[in-house]
C-alpha cells in the first residue's frame, strides 16, 4: 500500500500483568510503526470475560507508560465491540458463509480422526443443517478447500489449507461470545491497521483472519510475528512466571533493552543508563527488522515453504 500511512497496534489481554513476552510485541510493534511515521493504536482484548483478571488492564497502561510506550488515540476495548461483531456476523450471513452447528466438542473430538495441531478439525457435520431436534450451539463460518498464502515480515512465505488444519472455524461461542478470531479482524479493520505485528504464536491464525478480512470486502494488513520467548523448559512465556516490573526508570529501561535485545537489535554501549524512552527513540530510528530471529520455539505452523505464485518475487 504504497502512500498509505503505517498503523500499527498492541492487543494485550487484560488476563493479568504485563509479561515479558507481551512486553516484546509491544516494542517489536511500536517501533517497526513509528519507524514508518505511523501511528501505534491499543486494544484491549477483554473479550473473554470470565479470564478477564479485575485490575489488569488498569496494570497493563501503568507499566506501559512506564516502559515510555505511549500509544495514540482512544483505547479500543474489545466488551464494548458486540454491535461490530454482530454487523460483521450478519454481512457474512448476507453471503451465506455462515451456519449454525450443534456439536458438542466431545462429539467434534470423536469424529476427528487426525487432530491438527490447532485441535480437532471439525467434520463439516452440520455445514447443510442441524440434524432433526438438535439445537444450534455455536455459529461458524464455511471455509474453501484453497491454499491461503501470505508473507511473513519474519518467518516469509506462509500457507494453510483451512480445511485441513482447521475447518469451518467458530465465530460465536457455544457461550455467547464473539471469537478471538472474528473480533481481532473486524477492530483491526474498523481502526484501519495495516501492520500487525504479535507473537509467533498466532502465526498460525493469520490463515483465518486473511480469509475473514477477505469475506469482509477488507484490505489485508501486513504481517510481521516476533519469535516467542520461552522459558528455560521451552514453555511460552506466562503471566505467572514472566511479569514484568517497570516500577522504577532504570527497571523499565532494563526491560526495554532485554526487549529490543530479544529482537536482535544491537543497543550501543552508549545508552547504558538511558531512560526507556531515550532507547525507544534511538530504537525507532534504529531498528533492524531483518536482525529479529526467527526462532522456531514454540511455533504451530506447517514448515512446508509456501510456493504458490504470488511469493515468487
Ligand atoms: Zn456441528
Known amino acids: 500500500m504504497p502512500g498509505a500511512q503505517v498503523v500499527g497496534r498492541f492487543a494485550p489481554s487484560p488476563t493479568g500483568p504485563l509479561h515479558f513476552g507481551s512486553l516484546v510485541a509491544a516494542v517489536g510493534s511500536y517501533c517497526l510503526a513509528r519507524r514508518a511515521g505511523g501511528r501505534w493504536l491499543l486494544r484491549m482484548e477483554d473479550l473473554d470475560l470470565p479470564r478477564v483478571v479485575p485490575g489488569a488492564a488498569d496494570e497493563i497502561l501503568v507499566s506501559l507508560e512506564k516502559l515510555g510506550l505511549l500509544w495514540d488515540g482512544e483505547i479500543v476495548w474489545q466488551s464494548q465491540r458486540t454491535s461490530a461483531y454482530e454487523a460483521a456476523v450478519e454481512q457474512l450471513r448476507d453471503k451465506n458463509l455462515v451456519f449454525d452447528c450443534a456439536c458438542t466438542r466431545k462429539e467434534i473430538v470423536l469424529s476427528a480422526p ?14 447443510s443443517g442441524l440434524r ?3 439445537k444450534p450451539r455455536a455459529l461458524r463460518i464455511a471455509v474453501p478447500d484453497e491454499q491461503v498464502c501470505f508473507h511473513d515480515g519474519v518467518y516469509g512465505p ?3 489449507v483451512l480445511t485441513e488444519t482447521v475447518g469451518d472455524f467458530v465465530l460465536r461461542r457455544a457461550d455467547g461470545l464473539f471469537a478471538y478470531q472474528l473480533a481481532v479482524v473486524v477492530d483491526d479493520a474498523a481502526s484501519g491497521v495495516n501492520q500487525v505485528v504479535r507473537g509467533a504464536d498466532l502465526l498460525s491464525s493469520s490463515p483465518r483472519q486473511i480469509f475473514l478480512h477477505a469475506c469482509l470486502g477488507n484490505p489485508v494488513p501486513e504481517y510481521v510475528h516476533l519469535p516467542l520467548v520461552v522459558d528455560n523448559t521451552g514453555q511460552k512465556m506466562s503471566k505467572r512466571l514472566g511479569a514484568v516490573h517497570a516500577d522504577h526508570e532504570r527497571d523499565a529501561a532494563w526491560l526495554v533493552a532485554r526487549a529490543l535485545d530479544f529482537l536482535g537489535q544491537k543497543v550501543p554501549s552508549w545508552l547504558r543508563g538511558a531512560a526507556p524512552s531515550e532507547l525507544l527513540s534511538w530504537a525507532v530510528q534504529a531498528f533492524d527488522q531483518r536482525a529479529i530471529p526467527a526462532a522456531a520455539e514454540g511455533l504451530i505452523f506447517s514448515n512446508v515453504p509456501c510456493n504458490c505464485e504470488k511469493n515468487i518475487e
Open 114 to 127: 487426525h487432530p491438527g495441531e490447532e485441535g480437532p478439525i471439525y467434520p463439516g457435520t452440520c455445514r
Open 132 to 134: 432433526h431436534g438438535r
Open 158 to 160: 506462509r500457507q494453510q
